[in-house]
């Protein structure tokens, strides 16, 4: 299963438990790690909601680090 995101190119493919994801989030692995382990414990994460979350995140992380 393939789930594209409408942000940061956000692509999570799941595979027999387990998964890969790509994104522009360079620097971010935090993020795209917990992306994928919520997806792959049956997360929603194309949910408005969460896609939502994520972008609140990636935002205050450019702050904090820029």
């Given at each position: 299963?393939?789930?594209?995101l409408?942000?940061?190119?956000i692509?999570?493919?799941?595979?027999?438990?387990?998964?890969?994801?790509?994104?522009?989030?360079?620097?971010?692995?935090?993020?795209?790690?917990?992306?994928?382990?919520?997806?792959?414990?049956?997360?929603?994460?194309?949910?408005?909601?969460?896609?939502?979350?994520?972008?609140?995140?990636?935002?205050?992380?450019?702050?904090?680090l820029?």
């Amino acid at each position: 299963m393939t789930i594209t995101l409408p942000c940061y190119n956000i692509v999570v493919t799941l595979s027999n438990g387990g998964g890969t994801i790509i994104s522009d989030l360079d620097n971010m692995d935090a993020i795209e790690s917990l992306v994928l382990a919520h997806a792959c414990a049956g997360v929603d994460v194309a949910d408005l909601a969460y896609v939502e979350g994520i972008e609140t995140a990636v935002e205050a992380c450019y702050n904090r680090l820029g």
